[in-house]
């Protein structure tokens, strides 16, 4: 397994927003403490209301991503496709990140 730093494994996610390709992540969570991994995607527009957060994720090193996983689950449960997409969206923060999957090639991230 490849080992890399956080910047770089916030680079590599930030590499598939041209594609919309589909990556997992294995993260802390920081209100829990929870370990979680995701598939996500960057680049998704549907189900977005417009405006702006009140805060610049990017400062927090914080990134913005869709939980693949979340909205076909909801849509199972049988909410309309635009609810879902709407409830979809999550913040990853790249410190907090363990490990990455990016087209195939798996990553461990190393803590600073």
Known sequence: MNIITAQAAANLIEGTRAQGSIFT?????????????MQARLGVKRGQVGGTLGYSPKAHNLISVYDV???????????????????SYRMISADALISLTVGGTAYTVEKA
């Open 25 to 37: 992540a294995t993260f802390t969570k920081r209100t829990t403490g929870e370990v979680r991994t």
């Open 69 to 87: 996983e979340n909205a076909r689950a909801m849509k199972a449960q049988g909410m309309d496709d635009e609810t879902a997409a709407k409830k």
